[in-house]
């Protein structure tokens, strides 16, 4: 599977007030580096793929935003971009996804991992037998979950350090402490 070249980085939730400004729901872990001054982020549509759009002489293109001010706002962040003047416009951006290009998002530190690289990932116990493999993952108000396909059916494995004890980007397996017998139960075994 290719690696996609764009990550969501943000949700637009709404417009705000009547100078072109956005509520935006930050979806990385870095919102005050992504979002900052002067960085750019690129259109992408309610379903979070790039909006390509026709561009001059022919040429495609994914619409730029460059960010001109970013402050915190409830429970995300209040984003003025140099391309949105009025409310009009703004309002025209609801319920679409930010996208950043994979290169010019921070570097990960040790252990982490970027939620797409999750999917096709093996899931194996820590005693190394195989359990299965991540189809998709779900973000839900408790935490992240992994939907784990297995011989025997489908389980969901909360990604919390507790249970998913060290992630392998590089052998791409996952592997899960499951001395608490919880794929047993899932499975209704046991």
Known sequence: MPEPEYAIVGLIRKAQGIRGEVVVEP????PDVIFASGNRVFAGTSTGDPAVVDGTKG?????????????????????????LRDRDSA?????????????????LQGDQVYLH???????????????????????????????IATPRGSVLIPYRPE???????????????DTLGLIEASLGEG
Do not use: C
Not at 163 to 177: F, G, S, Y
């Open 91 to 107: 309002e025209l951006w609801r319920g679409r996804y930010l996208l950043a290009p994979f290169s010019e998002l921070p570097p």
């Open 59 to 83: 040429a495609e293109g994914i619409p730029t935003l460059t960010i001109s001010e970013a402050r915190p706002f409830k429970k995300g962040l209040l984003v003025q971009f140099e391309e």
């Open 27 to 30: 979806l990385t872990d870095k």
């Open 163 to 177: 249970l998913v004890v060290r992630t392998d980007i590089e052998a791409r397996t996952i592997h899960i402490n």
């Open 117 to 147: 690289d999750l999917i096709g990932m093996k899931a194996v116990s820590t005693s190394g037998e195989e359990i299965g493999t991540v189809t998709t993952f779900y973000e839900l108000p408790q935490g992240l979950m992994l939907d």
